[in-house]
């Protein structure tokens, strides 16, 4: 494989997802709405029962649904959208490869993101004060290894998506929430402090966001440092690498199977 | 015009719509998966709060964040089905096809916001019904619902009267919709996250400061959900039930009314600016 045309494929697509967003800066206060008041909402449901000193959990969730939010609707159905409009034809005729769309996709879609994500932590943090105790270098390199293990994801569930039609949306409704509550957004899903039995955690853990929210938590508001939190930054980092290799498997099994059923570039099903 | 057959065929279509694309056992139950895990997201972030926080756990602050949730997901559910209704027609050319039949539009919305009103119904008490069974076994405690005929029946009237107001905000909504291209979609999330806030569904509106508190109260939303807290939580108050109805009756059909005429008045100049059928608009 030649590296070249990859990444400026990789690149290309991501300067699309860039210019999208800000291009039209509105689209940045459309995004922002709902990590911004299921953020508020948490964070007033946490001192409304004499649990301010949680706040930045509800902060945090708000930030980190920002991203989810990205990876459902702008990763994981984007290929469905891409065949409603006519542009999956062209990146299958044309020789630029679908891996490097996705990571271009999901690299436009963390930057395009992030606004909204700086906007979400601005905001709880002028409203609620919340107590923070961080370990910057275990924060941010959680941080970064938790977006890579999502987005990974995003790039599987795309492939996923690429055999459905409209069903898609309905699979994003139905998987938004319960991945939202199993990986503990706003609350510990796993660990002493969770309500979920052993097994559903374990369960739980599969998802990225699971170990990257708690150790997150465990970083931004409990100052653990790299050193405390290397069991969870190991399994991030396989959680990553194991969902990229899913999704190079089933996008090139889904593809082949899209091309030979005659249904990959079927625009409405 | 009010045609209850145009109503009767736009509710139909929409039961079609939401349920037929797989089968309808299945279409329900993956609808109840989104309301369960968020009613179960807000008990879990109470239970975890109150359990580590200053206040003490109370089973009967539980019973209101269980039922304040279940109301908000069905109320955001059907609220913004005429935006959905009207984005989802003109990117796919099906609202042309309404439009160009001497109906208005608005019964056609109505009647799509009724059939989604019975389909969130249905599956926003199962996913209550799961949530408080998945909530006795997750957290181990309690939540003091009062199961009667009655309550049923003094919930089902809630749920009822409730629907003008959530049918005005769909008017409204759906008025912005038939200008929109691009953003219509994540206005009624913006809607639906504001009455998280302000409907009182999962902490008292007195929690907000003034005057925002005060304008909370007065929504027809709020005053639902807390005629349905009335109803189904024990020990029940059934001298609240009353007031709190009449006052979400009162606003909703203000609401209503007001929202239907922004929307008649926005398909007529949409109609004379020849908007109606633009995916691009």
């Given at each position: ?141 959680t ?68 170990i990257g929210?708690d150790a997150l938590?465990k970083s ?9 939190l290397?069991?969870d930054l190991?399994?991030l ?33 | ?281």
């Amino acid at each position: 494989m030649e590296t070249r045309p990859w990444l400026r494929t990789a690149r290309a697509r991501a300067q699309v997802r860039l210019w999208s967003i800000f291009g039209e800066p509105l689209w940045i206060i459309v995004n922002m709405g709902f990590p911004i008041f299921s953020s508020l909402a948490f964070s007033l449901l946490y001192l409304s029962i004499g649990a301010g000193s949680y706040v930045g959990f509800a902060v945090l969730g708000g930030v980190m649904v920002a991203f989810w939010g990205n990876v459902l609707w702008s990763m994981a159905s984007n290929f469905n959208w891409d065949k409603q409009e006519g542009l999956f034809d062209i990146y299958l005729t044309s020789p630029a490869s679908i891996t490097a769309l996705l990571v271009g996709m999901a690299a436009g879609g963390i930057l395009a993101t992030a606004p909204t994500a700086g906007i979400v932590t601005v905001l709880g943090w002028l409203l609620f004060h919340p107590v923070v105790s961080p370990s910057w270098p275990a924060v941010v390199l959680t941080f970064g290894l938790t977006l890579v293990a999502l987005y990974a994801l995003g790039m599987t569930l795309s492939s996923l998506y690429l055999v459905y039609g409209r069903e898609a949306e309905t699979m994003n409704n139905v998987i938004q929430e319960p991945v939202s509550m199993l990986s503990g957004m706003y609350f510990p899903s796993i660990g002493a402090f969770s309500p979920f039995p052993f097994a559903l955690q374990v369960a739980a853990s599969l998802i990225p966001l699971t170990i990257g929210m708690d150790a997150l938590r465990k970083s931004l508001f409990f100052g653990q440092g790299v050193e405390g939190l290397w069991l969870d930054l190991f399994l991030l980092a396989d959680l990553a690498v194991a969902m990229l290799i899913a999704s190079a498997v089933s996008l090139d099994a889904l593809e082949r199977k899209g091309r030979r059923d005659g249904t990959i570039s079927v625009r409405i099903r | 015009m009010l045609s209850f057959r145009s109503l009767f065929a736009a509710a139909w279509m929409g039961i079609q719509h939401d349920l037929a694309w797989t089968t309808p056992a299945a279409s329900l139950l993956l609808d109840v998966v989104a309301p369960f895990a968020s009613i179960m997201t807000v008990s879990i972030i109470y239970w975890f709060g109150a359990s580590h926080g200053t206040t003490p756990f109370d089973p009967a602050r539980l019973a209101y964040i269980l039922v304040g949730a279940t109301l908000y997901a069905h109320v955001a559910a059907y609220a913004w089905v005429p935006t959905a209704a009207i984005a989802e027609g003109k990117n796919l050319g099906v609202f042309p096809h309404i439009y160009i039949t001497s109906r208005s539009t608005a019964l056609y919305l109505a009647g799509r916001a009724l059939s989604s009103f019975a389909i969130s119904t249905t599956t926003s008490m199962l996913a209550l019904c799961f949530a408080y069974f998945a909530v006795g076994g997750f957290l181990h405690e309690p939540v003091p619902l009062m199961i009667t005929p009655l309550s049923v029946v003094l919930l089902a009237v809630a749920l009822l009267v409730n629907i003008p107001g959530a049918l005005g905000l769909g008017y409204l909504l759906g008025a912005y919709s038939l200008y929109a291209s691009k953003f219509e979609w994540s206005l009624p999330g913006y809607v639906a996250g504001l009455l998280m806030i302000f409907s009182g569904a999962i902490f008292p509106t007195s929690t907000l400061p003034w005057p925002l508190s005060v304008a909370a109260a007065g929504l027809p939303f709020t005053q639902f959900i807390a005629a349905a807290r009335d109803a189904v939580i024990a020990p029940g108050n059934l001298g609240g039930y009353g007031p709190s109805l009449l006052y979400c009756l009162a606003g909703g059909v203000i609401m209503l009314a007001a929202f239907l005429v922004v929307y008649l008045s926005a398909e007529k100049r949409a109609r004379r600016d020849g908007v109606l059928d633009r995916r691009l608009a």
